[in-house]
């Protein structure tokens, strides 16, 4: 038993090692991005002796390459070999929320569209009160007035885009070479889809993101 | 992102004199006004400290990723009946997550461990009044409630799958 454990553990080890990374804030490693300005002594002094604590139990790599739908509840360091190039990130993640923007607006257009009808011929329609879409500094905002506020942001660090929504709270969706998606590891949620569902459920009618 | 690093903070060991630059800097930041819960908890941590962690009464919860730089740690310390008799936090991160974990300390003190993993993240945000793009932080909070927990039985479970192996080996060897 214990002879099998300690050949588990080495499996894990060797397994992890060529993913650990070193930590980000020690400076005299060489670092993926060297042009990093130092930071505080403060926390970088706290930040490294958190990260060193985090190594040994390191079970989540977030890598975008293939998915890993374990999500450990660790924090990791980043392996900057196994995740998506910083521009290629930036490229699907923008393509991804520029594409919802403009989904969004179409949206609001039909719906003021739908709305002006609805006010002559007393039609069925999206009726969204407050409804208003905002593009700021790489942040999406989608208000739909009392219903709540959805906020998806690209987090380049972990080549994630985060979504904050106000029927099923946070999530983190990882980009999933597989299905051409981004995809919340914990519940295996794809974006499109999530808002798609959630979306119609707050409207009351089917609303069509791809 | 290394410019938002900048203005994040951490409650560690957090002084008199370190306080008022504190508030400062969440007055910089918080254009937005956050609840005056935030900034009670970000002014004056509860728990803020750290516990031994191999201490085999204690489970740490250690969530985030340090290179976003938000890091939670938060531990508990348990008795023997699995209620949780005591907790602290360190925090490297902004002002709702630091909140967040402060709140997440006074919560799961003197409560079941069964009863602390059911806490969620919507809790710690409605009670913080947490705006839509801070919900996150209280995601890390309960993450890190239930990484304690997750820890503390796993150190648990290894203590007693000793005791309990340590006779089948000698059996083995005999």
Same mark, same amino acid.
């Given at each position: 038993m214990a002879s099998l454990l300690r050949h588990l553990s080495l499996t894990r080890t060797r397994r992890l090692l060529p993913l650990s990374n070193p930590p980000? %804030?020690?400076? *005299?490693s060489p670092s993926p991005q060297p042009s990093r300005p130092p930071r505080g002594l403060r926390f970088s002094s706290s930040l490294s002796q958190i990260t060193r604590n985090l190594r040994p139990t390191n *079970?989540?790599?977030? %890598? *975008?390459? *293939?998915? =890993?739908? =374990? =999500?450990?509840?660790g924090p990791a360091a980043i392996d900057y070999r196994s995740v998506l190039q910083e521009d290629e990130f930036h490229r699907l993640a923008d393509e991804t929320i520029q594409d919802l923007q403009e989904k969004f607006e179409e949206i609001d257009s039909h719906h003021r569209l739908s709305f002006r009808k609805s006010f002559l011929e007393y039609g069925d329609c999206i009726q969204i009160d407050g409804l208003d879409i905002d593009y700021g500094n790489q942040v999406l905002t989608l208000k739909l007035g009392s219903l709540g506020t959805y906020v998806l942001n690209k987090q380049t660090p972990n080549r994630q885009i985060w979504l904050s929504s106000p029927a099923s709270g946070p999530s983190r969706f990882d980009w999933d070479q597989t299905s051409q998606t981004w995809v919340y590891?914990?519940?295996?949620?794809?974006l499109s889809q999530l808002l798609e569902n959630e979306l119609e459920q707050l409207c009351g009618k089917p609303i069509n993101l791809s | 992102m290394l410019r938002n690093l900048g203005r994040r903070i951490t409650?560690?060991?957090?002084g008199h004199h370190q306080n008022a630059h504190h508030h400062n800097n969440l007055a910089v930041v918080g254009a937005r006004l956050y609840h005056e819960r935030v900034v009670d908890h970000y002014n004056n #941590?509860? @728990?803020v400290g750290s516990f031994d962690? @191999?201490? #085999?009464t204690v489970g740490t919860g250690l969530v985030g990723a340090p290179a976003c730089g938000d890091v939670m740690k938060l531990q508990i310390k348990v008795d023997e009946s699995g209620k949780i008799v005591d907790a602290c936090f360190k925090t490297f991160g902004c002002g709702s997550a630091i909140a967040s974990s402060s709140v997440a300390t006074e919560w799961v003190k003197g409560r079941q461990m069964e009863e602390v993993v059911t806490i969620k993240n919507t809790e710690i945000a409605k009670h913080l009044s947490l705006p839509p793009v801070k919900l996150h932080c209280s995601m890390l909070a309960e993450d890190a409630i239930k990484a304690a927990v997750k820890d503390y039985e796993a150190k648990k479970s290894k203590i007693q799958g000793n005791v309990e192996a340590t006779p089948v080996e000698k059996a083995a060897e005999a």
């Amino acid at each position: 038993m214990a002879s099998l454990l300690r050949h588990l553990s080495l499996t894990r080890t060797r397994r992890l090692l060529p993913l650990s990374n070193p930590p980000l %804030c020690n400076r *005299s490693s060489p670092s993926p991005q060297p042009s990093r300005p130092p930071r505080g002594l403060r926390f970088s002094s706290s930040l490294s002796q958190i990260t060193r604590n985090l190594r040994p139990t390191n *079970s989540r790599v977030f %890598c *975008s390459r *293939s998915l =890993d739908l =374990d =999500d450990a509840q660790g924090p990791a360091a980043i392996d900057y070999r196994s995740v998506l190039q910083e521009d290629e990130f930036h490229r699907l993640a923008d393509e991804t929320i520029q594409d919802l923007q403009e989904k969004f607006e179409e949206i609001d257009s039909h719906h003021r569209l739908s709305f002006r009808k609805s006010f002559l011929e007393y039609g069925d329609c999206i009726q969204i009160d407050g409804l208003d879409i905002d593009y700021g500094n790489q942040v999406l905002t989608l208000k739909l007035g009392s219903l709540g506020t959805y906020v998806l942001n690209k987090q380049t660090p972990n080549r994630q885009i985060w979504l904050s929504s106000p029927a099923s709270g946070p999530s983190r969706f990882d980009w999933d070479q597989t299905s051409q998606t981004w995809v919340y590891r914990r519940t295996k949620a794809k974006l499109s889809q999530l808002l798609e569902n959630e979306l119609e459920q707050l409207c009351g009618k089917p609303i069509n993101l791809s | 992102m290394l410019r938002n690093l900048g203005r994040r903070i951490t409650a560690v060991g957090l002084g008199h004199h370190q306080n008022a630059h504190h508030h400062n800097n969440l007055a910089v930041v918080g254009a937005r006004l956050y609840h005056e819960r935030v900034v009670d908890h970000y002014n004056n #941590p509860r @728990n803020v400290g750290s516990f031994d962690k @191999n201490d #085999p009464t204690v489970g740490t919860g250690l969530v985030g990723a340090p290179a976003c730089g938000d890091v939670m740690k938060l531990q508990i310390k348990v008795d023997e009946s699995g209620k949780i008799v005591d907790a602290c936090f360190k925090t490297f991160g902004c002002g709702s997550a630091i909140a967040s974990s402060s709140v997440a300390t006074e919560w799961v003190k003197g409560r079941q461990m069964e009863e602390v993993v059911t806490i969620k993240n919507t809790e710690i945000a409605k009670h913080l009044s947490l705006p839509p793009v801070k919900l996150h932080c209280s995601m890390l909070a309960e993450d890190a409630i239930k990484a304690a927990v997750k820890d503390y039985e796993a150190k648990k479970s290894k203590i007693q799958g000793n005791v309990e192996a340590t006779p089948v080996e000698k059996a083995a060897e005999a």
